[in-house]
């Protein structure tokens, strides 16, 4: 009975898959053919060669290359789905790079995954008889931004010589387009629930592997995928990578607008166990400015919601919380203690906050040491500052190695020196041009539910400011690309609204 169901389940998505022109059937049709064909020469493969893992990773690979290209073809909403999957929760950092797929430690799976959906989105959109309207602001200022960048970047890696991980200080300028495939993934209208579904669930699954950071679990494989850092943080300690981070802020966001208004049990649940997900990953990164930045946009974003949606996300967030930590003190043994560890570093990282703390902090000596070198780079060059790749000079890691500097905790000097004041100008003008953006989406719309979305980027932008002085969140490919989605996400509500009315919501919350 259960192969019945699911042969007619195959059956069902390959029907839709299939449905469309016939130039996409024909396409799929020898899509399927070479499939075959692929397959019986791995198999050929397997028995006849004696060390067959070159050839199966070769067709391993064209196997997913065509797999892409179907999806491209028919599917190319999913491909923003798997970019988020595999770009910002589960495989990224120092993982791809041990399987030979990262060039310089700056273009990842979900990056691509990101930039084919990009591509077949806007084939996608040409197509469309009804096309939906981009606006100009998630057009001009980014894609002009991704113009200079790419000049830059090129500049720096032939001309320059500039050929090492450092090139990453510019990739993040990239991610402000990726507001664009958002756009058109969601406007296509097939993908709402499985967009808001992938990020909670994402959430539950990176929240987990923090929780292995956290405890020492898994060890090696978790260093594999790129989770926490050689690097020791200022209390001795490993830190969640802020590529996990950018996208916990956007989902705890989401889900605190979603559990406010669910009234379906689905949504209420995974919007629950999502937010706190995000909101466990936020608490492990432990950092003073994290925690004050999302405490700033969590006050934004409830100030959005409605009074009685407002006051069942506050009862249901805060009888979730105490039953979380009762269950986990109940449980008691090793996940008890490391509870309890967790929460004593985040108290000693909040305790660090006081002034005479400050004082004594030998880190901040440090950052004004590079802050000022920064400085002088960009007062070499304050058109154009020092370009991608330019180092701060140097420092020891844990192992004792000499690592560059590449990186500098502040998102104004920063910028500034890499980029100079024309780059700069740029990445705020993006910045202006989105917060605007959310500010036009919300005076359009007038579902509530849609209306309290857009004030997850408005949050998400507070919270990036927060951080600003002490981090380069605000130019890190990883944040950009949170808070770029988030944008797209409020844009693509007013084109449903166009469309379906404002009488129903984006997903069934529930009446």
């Known amino acids: 009975m259960s192969l019945a169901r699911t042969t007619i389940g195959i059956g069902k998505v390959l029907d839709r898959l299939a449905s469309g022109s016939p130039g996409r059937r024909n396409v799929l049709v020898t899509l399927i053919i070479l499939s075959g064909f692929m397959l019986i020469a791995a198999a050929l493969l397997i028995l006849l060669a004696t060390n067959p893992r070159t050839p199966l990773l070769i067709l391993g690979g064209s196997l997913a290359a065509i797999f892409m290209f179907g999806l491209m073809l028919v599917r190319p909403e999913w491909l923003l789905l798997l970019g988020i999957i595999f770009g910002h929760t589960i495989f990224y950092g120092k993982f ?3 399987l030979g797929m990262r060039i310089k430690d700056s273009v990842g799976p979900g990056d691509i995954l990101f930039f084919l959906a990009f591509v077949a989105m806007i084939v996608y959109w040409v197509n469309q008889r009804n096309r939906p309207t981009m606006p100009r602001a998630m057009l001009v ?17 032939f001309f320059w010589g500039r050929q090492d991980n450092a090139l990453i200080q510019a990739i993040g ?10 756009f058109l993934c969601l406007t296509s209208g097939r993908i709402w629930s499985s967009f808001f579904t992938v990020i909670f669930v994402s959430l539950v699954v990176g929240s987990i592997f923090a929780l292995c950071v956290e405890a020492g679990w898994l060890s090696p494989l978790i260093e594999k995928m790129g989770y926490g850092g050689k690097s020791p943080r200022s209390f001795g300690d490993l830190s969640v990578r802020t590529n996990q981070l950018g996208f916990a802020v956007l989902g705890t966001l989401i889900g605190v607008v979603v559990l406010a208004f669910a009234k379906n049990s689905y949504w209420k649940i995974i919007s629950l166990v999502g937010g706190l997900g995000g909101a466990f990953i936020i608490f492990l990164d432990r950092g003073r400015a994290s925690y004050g930045g999302i405490v700033v946009a969590l006050i934004i974003v409830v100030a959005f919601i409605p009074g009685i949606p407002r006051f069942r996300f506050l009862l249901r967030s805060a009888t979730a919380l105490v039953t979380a930590v009762l269950i986990i003190l109940a449980i008691g043994g090793e996940i008890g203690e490391k509870f309890g560890d967790a929460y004593e570093k985040a108290e000693r990282a909040v305790a660090l906050t006081s002034r005479e703390a400050i004082q004594a902090d030998e880190g901040i000596t440090y950052r004004m040491r590079l802050l000022r070198q920064a400085e002088a780079i960009f007062e070499q060059n304050p058109l154009f500052g020092g370009g991608p790749g330019v180092w701060f000079g140097t420092t020891v890691n844990r192992q004792f190695e000499t690592d560059f500097i590449a990186f500098i905790d502040n998102s104004w000097t920063y910028p500034l020196a890499v980029g100079g004041l024309v780059g700069m100008a740029l990445i705020l003008s993006c910045y202006a041009s989105f917060v605007w953006l959310t500010i036009w989406a919300f005076l359009r719309l007038r579902n509530p539910f849609h209306r309290a979305l857009c004030s997850v980027p408005l949050g998400h932008m507070a919270w990036l400011l927060v951080c600003s002085p002490v981090n380069w969140w605000m130019v890190d490919r990883f944040h950009v690309a949170a808070f770029s989605v988030g944008v797209g996400m409020v844009t693509a509500l007013v084109y449903y609204e ?14």
């Open 96 to 98: 791809p790079n041990s």
């Open 498 to 511: 166009k469309i379906n009315g404002s009488d129903t919501s984006v997903i069934d919350v529930g009446t």
């Open 141 to 157: 200022l980014p894609i002009l931004l991704f113009v200079y960048t790419t000049v830059y970047v090129i500049i720096a890696f």
């Open 173 to 182: 300028w990239f991610y402000f387009t990726l507001a664009i495939p958002t």
